[in-house]
């Protein structure tokens, strides 16, 4: 065990914030936000050093255990591996990017929404460290009041309705996890004493029946929230009335829960009912891929458009996941971190852009190229990442994907690969519609990015293009907790790599994954 409580502190730091920032003086509005800001940073910072003392050949490190409810084997157990630093880091980095980019986000009740915003990073960032698995459940439920009340209580008309569906939504597939925890509770307790610690799980033979129906529960309760298809309806109408702030919350962060659920409890915990469920998985991530890509085409409003590229992102994940390869497998953590450095740029851009035009219809923003070049210049950033350009980082996390999908059946690779021709298609659409054409009179006087603004998404921008073409420290990252997964599950395969004596830092060549 770590002597210092390096996860218990990287959680309460958020979580004390949430709890003063309600209290700051309400005559000084500009103070919570301040306040909110310097919470984030210094959590972005203890995650640094988190980051910084971590073996990525060492499994799973920083331990914390101590019983909670001796009873019914429930642990304060916490630890970090490969899988849960990446996403602890993606979250500690983009709370700070959300709070500057979205700085008049909430203006009407600046101290409580950056306490719901804090409230919720502290909440994620104990599912990605929680090694036990009613820990897990307990803050996994728990996210969903900050979230609630981000979408309901600020954003557009119709959130209320948005709100609600979102929590209808969430809550029931919380149940039917609830059902399963609950399960494995009678299954340990039949083999000796009770225990929810994720090593203990592990150890379990769990017959053939019983692990079916346990891992139905935990990955109705995760396709729900990641979200897949056909429980994925509340996904755009959510980002369609949230703030660009909450969405990327939403989007970036807490969906990820599903897809880590699935990697970290699905097949750690259910290897055989995994392997039994692929089939049927599979369908449905292609499905997702290739519906949330064509349905996009179609959409006016830019934060609906957004939030239905995500059901498509998400599906390449949840395929990377269940072709049972370890390219797969660190493909899909890979996507999981691209995936919230792009759309959550694309989600603050739209942002910016929704604020000076006053509406978020594509039809109604024409022409805005020549008035904000620097705006256009980070939309179609944003936008070249989603559509996995080579050069920015989505592509590499894709091209691994897409390389595992045809390794398992060539017509799943086929199909897989439709849903990047219609990325480009909903991508560069929405750019001409939004920037390009006539520039009416109305745009002229736009103002284009602010120092402000453009300070904020930098760091995303950054990243895209580091990782792009230098993605040995994510795929170093990785690959070590992909390996581990797979040889429980009972899979052994070349991982990609990159060999660093070989390769410079500014070059990338995807051959060399196998």
């Not at 502190?9 to 003086?25: D, Q």
Request: glycine content about 10%; charged content about 10%; hydrophobic content about 55%.
């Amino acid at each position: 065990m770590n002597e210092f409580p390096w996860l218990t502190v990287l959680i309460a730091v958020p979580l004390v914030g949430a709890v003063v920032a309600p209290f700051l003086p309400k005559t000084n509005p500009l103070l919570a936000k301040q306040f909110g800001v310097a919470v984030a940073v210094l959590t972005l910072a203890v995650g640094a050093a988190i980051a910084a003392q971590y073996d990525v050949d060492g499994g799973m490190q920083l331990e914390e255990q101590h019983t909670w409810i001796e009873a019914f084997g429930v642990h304060y157990a916490l630890g970090v591996d490969g899988l849960g630093l990446l996403l602890i880091l993606l979250t500690a980095l983009l709370v700070p990017i959300v709070l500057v980019a979205g700085w008049h986000e909430g203006d009407e009740s600046p101290a409580a929404f950056v306490g719901w915003v804090l409230a919720l990073e502290a909440l994620s960032l104990a599912v990605f460290a929680a090694t036990d698995v009613f820990l897990f459940y307990v803050v996994f439920e728990a996210t969903l009041i900050p979230a609630y009340f981000l979408i309901g209580g600020f954003g557009r008309e119709g959130r209320s309705a948005a709100a609600l569906k979102f929590l209808m939504f969430q809550l029931g597939g919380g149940l039917v996890l609830l059902g399963s925890v609950v399960g494995l509770y009678v299954v340990s307790a039949d083999q000796g004493s009770p225990s929810y610690l994720l090593s203990d799980l592990a150890e379990l033979d769990i017959s053939t029946e019983a692990g079916r129906w346990l891992f139905a529960g935990f990955f109705i309760a995760f396709a729900i929230k990641a979200p897949l298809f056909p429980v994925h309806t509340w996904l755009a109408d959510t980002t369609e009335k949230a703030t660009p702030g909450t969405s990327v919350l939403l989007v970036c962060v807490l969906d990820k829960i599903g897809t880590f659920g699935m990697l970290r409890f699905c097949l750690g915990l259910f290897p055989e009912a995994s392997e039994w469920a692929t089939p049927v998985v599979v369908v449905l991530a292609l499905i997702s891929i290739v519906y949330g890509a064509f349905v996009a085409i179609g959409q006016d409003d830019v934060l609906r458009l957004i939030g239905l590229t995500s059901l498509s992102h998400f599906g390449f994940i949840t395929l990377g996941i269940f072709v049972f390869s370890t390219q797969g497998g660190t493909g899909s953590i890979l996507y999981m971190v691209n995936h919230g450095l792009g759309t959550a740029a694309l989600f603050l851009v739209a942002g910016y852009l929704i604020r000076r035009r006053g509406t978020t219809l594509i039809s109604e923003m024409g022409g805005l190229e020549k008035a904000t070049p620097v705006l256009a210049g980070l939309f179609l950033v944003a936008g070249l990442a989603t559509l996995g350009l080579p050069g920015l980082s989505p592509f590499v996390s894709e091209f691994l994907v897409i390389l595992a999908a045809f390794d398992y059946q060539w017509y799943v690779g086929a199909v897989a690969v439709t849903g990047i021709v219609l990325a480009a298609i909903y991508v560069l659409w929405m750019y001409q519609r939004t920037m390009t054409g006539p520039t009416a009179p109305e745009v002229e006087g736009t103002k284009d990015a602010s120092l402000r603004e453009v300070a904020a998404v930098a760091p995303l921008m950054v990243a895209l293009v580091l990782f792009g073409f230098y993605p040995a420290p994510l795929l170093d990252v990785a690959n070590p907790a992909v390996e581990s997964l797979l040889s429980h599950v009972g899979v052994s395969d070349d991982p990609p790599t990159v060999d660093h004596a070989d390769v410079p830092p500014h070059s990338y060549d995807e051959g060399e994954a196998h």
